[in-house]
């Protein structure tokens, strides 16, 4: 698993499939889960997209990440792009109210 170091924090992040260690290769998708969850949510999809498609994702500070973090992220923090990401698609679970 790779780390970003984010001004507010640091997020874990899995980065597979398309030339993922060159920053290179297929559109790129990123994966969001959401409360209570990490980045396994997403193990079969990525599986499936992962030869044709760059495949990011994070664990996000929301229950399942490892590591503290502060609860305020600064204005203008942009960890898709430190991280090298330039997303096609940002893909995360569909929610009912």
Known sequence: MREIELTAGTVEYEDTGGHADAGS???????????????????????????????????LPLGAHRRAMPIRIPAGDDPP????????????PRTRV
């Open 25 to 59: 290769g297929g559109p790129t998708a990123v994966f969001l889960h959401g409360l209570m969850m990490d980045a396994s949510l997403w193990d079969g999809p990525i599986a499936e997209l992962s030869g044709e498609h760059r495949c990011v994702a994070p664990t």
């Open 81 to 92: 792009r430190r991280a090298g990401v330039n997303p096609l698609a940002v893909i995360g």
